[in-house]
């Protein structure tokens, strides 16, 4: 996959290009990574990224020229081009999203700062992404949350199966997951982990994930299609919660 990252903040990339999975990837070459300084691409002397906002108001908005010309670099290096801005009001970010760009030959992401870019860049944009109902000062975390959760998702990157029981991937947060000792000074992991029984343990993890989700996250089982089994597990806990019957 072919990655373009516009910032006006070069600097804060390279150590996150040296994580570990993300050197993984790159040095397997399953991902092409370029980071584009959209100062470059200012013109004039001054080299000025911002100004004063119409209408009035605090803060300076990012100039859509600059931004436009690097959109347009990357565009004729060949990379393929769908462009996402990462923003506070773009469109919640998930891990479906994540199994769906990690699909795509290549991604433009495209950091904002200040108090936002020119409205007219956005025309030039596949897709607007926030990471969370916060603000963050630019939008550099967001795209290495984005780069992060798609490179891990690439073919080759990580086994396969350590991604598809993850939280999200069934629409369920993950079960809890245990390593030696079995007895930490007296707290035992569950005993059916130790049977071998691969059947109980996957009812016992199916459970677990149930019993998780319903406590942090009840929103993702609202619209979730359930199976007999899920819902018969399901009913269980419910009865078994203080208020239950
Ligand atoms: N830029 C600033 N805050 C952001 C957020 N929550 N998501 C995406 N981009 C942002």
């Not at 798609?150 to 990157?157: A, F, H, K, N, S």
């Not at 079995?182 to 993890?205: F, M, Y």
Request: contains cysteine; negative net charge; aromatic residues 6%.
């Amino acid at each position: 996959m072919k990655i373009s990252v516009l910032t006006m903040f070069p600097e804060l990339f390279p150590d996150f290009l040296r994580e570990p999975v993300i050197a993984r990837a790159r040095g397997l070459g399953k991902a092409e990574i370029s980071i584009v300084d959209i100062k470059a691409f200012a013109g004039g002397s001054f080299r000025r990224i911002d100004d004063d906002t119409y209408g009035g108001g605090a803060g300076m908005v990012m100039r859509a020229l600059p931004i436009l010309r690097a959109l347009e670099s990357v565009k004729e290096m060949g990379a393929n081009c769908h462009t996402i801005y990462l923003t506070p009001s773009g469109v919640p970010y998930t891990q479906k999203k994540a199994r769906e760009l990690s699909s795509l030959p290549g991604l433009v992401l495209l950091c904002g700062h200040y108090e936002g870019i020119d409205a007219r860049v956005l025309s030039h944009v596949d897709e607007e992404i926030s990471i969370g109902d916060y603000v963050l000062t630019g939008g550099e975390l967001p795209a290495k949350v984005v780069l992060d959760s798609v490179i891990r998702l690439l073919p080759g990157v990580l086994r396969e199966e350590s991604t598809r029981e993850e939280s999200f991937e069934n629409g369920l947060l993950e079960y809890p997951q245990y390593t030696k000792p079995a007895d930490l000074n007296g707290d035992r992991i569950p005993e059916v982990l130790l049977s071998g029984d691969h059947e109980k343990i996957r009812l016992w993890r199916l459970r677990a994930s149930l019993k998780l989700t319903l406590r942090h996250r009840p929103d993702l089982l609202e619209n979730r299609v359930f199976t007999e089994e899920e819902r018969k597990l399901l009913r269980e806990i419910q009865e078994e919660m203080p208020g239950g019957d």
